[in-house]
Nanobody, 124 residues
Framework: QVQLVESGGGLVQAGGSLRLSCVIS????????MGWFRQAPGKEREFVAA????????YYADSVKGRFTISRDKAKNTVYLQMNSLKPEDTAVYYC?????????????????WGQGTQVTVSS
């Protein structure tokens, strides 16, 4: 059984930064592709970023490109999302997810495991 636990969310002013962490336990982490998604109130869950099992390939939604950076530390079984230049429209619950085939993808249905989410609130 794979478990994902996110942390690092909080309240920040527009223009500020946060770093989200997602610790994975239970199975071999290094073979999984990892993704971050978010869901704002009244909206559908949307893709934010993904990283390949090797860490050599990353993929971002256009709305966060140039502001957010996804990375992974295999030794710590952790994936990160560094969020800079935050905007009020970035306010959402952020989820990390693991994809067991190792492919980076923006499609939520392709991910096998999900964390419980962490709230990010950006004030104007």
């Amino acid at each position: 059984q794979v478990q994902l636990v996110e942390s690092g969310g909080g309240l920040v002013q527009a223009g500020g930064s946060l770093r989200l962490s997602c610790v994975i336990s239970g199975r071999t982490f290094s073979s999984y592709a990892m993704g971050w998604f978010r869901q704002a109130p009244g909206k559908e869950r949307e893709f934010v970023a993904a990283i390949s099992w090797s860490g050599g390939s990353t993929y971002y939604a256009d709305s966060v490109k140039g502001r957010f950076t996804i990375s992974r530390d295999k030794a710590k079984n952790t994936v990160y999302l560094q969020m800079n230049s935050l905007k009020p429209e970035d306010t959402a619950v952020y989820y990390c997810a693991a994809e067991s085939a190792g492919w980076t993808t923006e499609w939520a249905d392709e991910y096998d495991y999900w964390g419980q989410g962490t709230q990010v609130t950006v004030s104007s």
